[in-house]
């Protein structure tokens, strides 16, 4: 920028590829350069993810009703198939969050890679910074289910040991 108040203003219509008043350094700009279309592939597989659990939660609806009104009794018929497929639409509505996260975090950093500004760089990582919490919950999560399923587990092995005796 120059501090010339008597120079003729000018812009630059054909920005390079990572912006044309960088703020941030080239070498980030390279790094989150080669990341986004990762980000975005990830984001993408993720909403297919998605929706094939959908499909397969509706599939298992479907499927359960036809064989229970055909007089069947198979093991996703009746309450236990509905269950299985409320869980399979209640994860891939789970799935959704941290997709979006992804997509605005490659989306971010494409307009980061436009302006080269510091603001495009703390909005990027902010989405970034998002899905790795969303994420973390969700280990923790698993672990404290699968803590209290192994004790389960445990429990009810034992009381069925214990009135094994004769």
């Known amino acids: 920028m ?21 703020q941030v350094t080239q070498a980030v ?27 397969v939660a509706l599939g298992m609806l479907v499927a359960g009703g036809a064989i229970a009104s055909a007089g069947g009794n ?8 509905v269950g299985i497929a409320v869980l399979y639409a209640v994860l891939s509505i789970v799935y959704i969050y941290p997709a979006l996260k992804l997509w605005k975090y490659a989306s971010s950093i494409g307009n980061l890679l436009m302006t080269g500004s510091e603001l495009d760089l703390i909005a990027a990582l902010n ?3 998002s899905f790795w919490k969303f994420v973390g919950i969700l280990v923790l ?3 404290v289910l699968y803590f209290v399923v192994i004790i389960g587990v445990i429990a009810v092995g034992g009381f069925a040991a214990m009135g094994a005796r004769p």
């Open 2 to 22: 120059q501090n010339d108040p008597y120079s003729t203003p000018g812009s630059n219509i054909h920005p390079t590829s990572y912006g044309n008043n960088p």
């Open 29 to 55: 700009l390279h790094q989150l350069a080669g990341t986004k279309p990762w980000v975005r592939f990830m984001s993408v597989l993720m909403f297919i993810g998605a929706g094939f659990m959908l499909l």
């Open 74 to 81: 198979a093991m996703f018929s009746g309450a236990m198939g």
């Open 127 to 129: 989405h970034q910074r």
């Open 141 to 143: 999560a698993m672990l």
